[in-house]
């Protein structure tokens, strides 16, 4: 078991210790002095150079652990291939579109992809890829031309900082189909029952096709309270986040003053 030097977070404090990276499991050093095996995990979830590791058969346990770059795609290899999760052998591409154009140095790469509870991982020689489960907008069981053959694969439509690309995964038909089904079931929670009205959906495409508030409120002829009402509802049904809080302000008479001054013209 090779040690490593890492901080882990312990009474809301970051602690420096070490992690012993085992072929089945994980040792943390103090204060923590404890013993992961890699088939506990459920889950996995990565944020710059750290990862909180989330354990036990009740997920009860989690660990969150910072280190170098190096160590943490080590720590990340042998969780993936090694995690309790719905797990499968396949090529895959991700992200393969972005923008409907094909992206330049998309190639596909064979390894492996698990399921966990928060997000979809792809794992290679090359790469490490997560795409969290809810940032997916699609999941579509079609046909792709490979090597000039027509073959079955998953395709995932999925957003990367607020855009959305594709992923894709190839492995042999009735695994595939398995996998579908899964990826299905996992991501339902993404999927909306109800039906919007005319005017929010309409608002809702604009919004995706790129528009600030200030050109929507223009094109439909809406006030700024009608349009905020508008964004309540896709907020409330999980279609929108806030990105920021805009401002309207008047001027003071102070401001008035000020501005009264400064275009009047200068006297002599």
Same mark, same amino acid.
């Given at each position: 078991?090779?040690?490593?030097?890492?901080?882990?977070?312990?009474?809301?404090?970051?602690?420096?210790?070490? *992690?012993?990276?085992?072929?089945?499991?994980?040792?943390?050093?103090?204060?923590?002095?404890?013993?992961?095996?890699?088939? %506990? *995990?459920?889950?996995?979830?990565?944020?710059? =150079?750290?990862?909180?590791?989330?354990?036990?058969?009740?997920?009860?346990?989690?660990?969150?652990?910072?280190?170098?770059?190096?160590? @943490?795609?080590?720590?990340?290899?042998?969780?993936?291939?090694?995690? %309790? &999760?719905?797990?499968? =052998?396949?090529?895959?591409?991700?992200?393969?579109?972005? +923008? +409907?154009?094909?992206?330049?140095?998309?190639?596909?790469?064979?390894?492996?992809?698990?399921?966990?509870?928060?997000?979809?991982?792809?794992?290679?020689?090359?790469?490490?890829?997560?795409?969290?489960? +809810?940032?997916?907008?699609?999941?579509?069981?079609?046909?792709?031309?490979?090597?000039?053959?027509?073959?079955?694969?998953?395709?995932?439509?999925?957003?990367?900082? =607020?855009?959305?690309?594709?992923?894709?995964?190839?492995?042999?038909?009735?695994?595939?189909?398995?996998?579908?089904?899964? @990826?299905?079931?996992?991501?339902? =929670?993404?999927?909306?029952?109800?039906?919007?009205?005319?005017?929010?959906?309409?608002?809702?495409?604009?919004?995706?096709?790129? *528009?600030?508030?200030?050109?929507?409120?223009? *094109? /439909?002829?809406?006030?700024?309270?009608?349009?905020?009402?508008?964004?309540?509802? /896709?907020?409330?049904?999980?279609? &929108?986040?806030?990105?920021?809080?805009?401002?309207?302000?008047?001027?003071? &008479?102070? +401001?008035?003053?000020?501005?009264?001054? &400064?275009?009047?013209?200068?006297?002599?």
């Amino acid at each position: 078991m090779k040690s490593v030097p890492v901080k882990v977070e312990h009474e809301d404090k970051w602690v420096p210790t070490t *992690m012993g990276i085992g072929e089945d499991r994980i040792h943390i050093g103090a204060p923590l002095d404890c013993e992961i095996p890699y088939k %506990s *995990m459920v889950d996995l979830e990565e944020k710059k =150079n750290q990862v909180l590791i989330t354990a036990g058969p009740d997920a009860e346990e989690t660990y969150r652990i910072a280190s170098v770059e190096k160590v @943490l795609s080590v720590l990340k290899k042998f969780i993936i291939t090694q995690c %309790s &999760a719905y797990r499968l =052998n396949a090529f895959f591409m991700s992200p393969a579109i972005r +923008g +409907g154009v094909l992206v330049q140095d998309a190639h596909w790469e064979k390894g492996a992809i698990a399921v966990m509870k928060t997000g979809i991982w792809f794992v290679s020689q090359e790469s490490q890829v997560c795409i969290p489960l +809810g940032d997916v907008a699609g999941i579509e069981f079609t046909r792709r031309e490979i090597q000039e053959k027509d073959l079955d694969v998953v395709k995932i439509d999925h957003l990367i900082e =607020n855009e959305v690309v594709t992923s894709f995964v190839l492995c042999p038909k009735t695994t595939l189909q398995v996998l579908y089904n899964f @990826l299905s079931e996992a991501t339902q =929670n993404s999927e909306y029952e109800g039906e919007l009205d005319p005017l929010t959906g309409q608002v809702a495409m604009l919004v995706y096709s790129g *528009m600030d508030s200030s050109a929507i409120e223009n *094109m /439909l002829k809406l006030s700024h309270k009608d349009l905020d009402a508008i964004y309540e509802r /896709l907020l409330a049904t999980g279609f &929108a986040e806030v990105l920021y809080v805009r401002k309207e302000i008047q001027l003071t &008479a102070k +401001g008035v003053r000020y501005i009264s001054d &400064a275009v009047k013209s200068p006297t002599n």
